[in-house]
């Protein structure tokens, strides 16, 4: 068995509205999507370009959003909006009754890694389809609302 070198968590969204932290003297921003899918993202240890490649044609190609029909299809297949946010409690493990994150990637490569995938994501989903991609801020604290058409999250990892 490989190594696990990323992890996300998908979830499927009827609207999602994330609240990022403000640069220096200005207001706090906020990114919306519509129908579609929520996606965390955590990078670990020796998480490389291939991690991104993979992690990224999973998302757009796997069948986790329901049409109208009701059928399980890709999120490009619905032209639906994705919200990508960066999640490094991902990479979390229980030790004893604290959580510890030694399995995460140095913040500056997740970073780096966190921004291709968005780029990665954002670039197929256009090819494609009319749906928009939204990115959070990699290392703050955001605010999430989400909307979901029932507890239908998945994991995947690579």
Do not use: W
Not at 74 to 103: F, N, R
Not at 127 to 153: D, F, H, W
Request: proline content about 3%; charged content about 25%.
């Amino acid at each position: 068995m490989s190594e696990i070198t990323g992890r996300v968590v998908i979830q499927q969204c009827l609207s999602a509205c994330l609240k990022l932290p403000g640069a220096e003297g200005r207001e706090p921003e906020t990114v919306e999507v519509g129908r579609g899918i929520v996606v965390f993202v955590c990078f670990l240890d020796k998480a490389t370009e291939e991690t991104v490649e993979k992690l990224t044609k999973h998302v757009i190609n796997v069948r986790l959003s329901e049409n109208d029909d009701g059928r399980h299809v890709s999120i490009c297949d619905i032209q639906g909006d994705v919200l990508i946010i960066p999640q490094a409690t991902l990479g979390g493990k229980l030790k004893g009754k604290s959580m510890q994150y030694h399995m995460n990637v140095d913040k500056t490569l997740g970073e780096a890694l966190y921004h291709k995938v968005c780029h990665g994501i954002r670039t197929a989903v256009e090819e494609v389809s009319s749906g928009n991609v939204k990115c959070g801020v990699y290392g703050a604290r955001q605010i999430l609302n989400m909307n979901t058409n029932g507890p239908y999250t998945h994991i995947i990892e690579v």
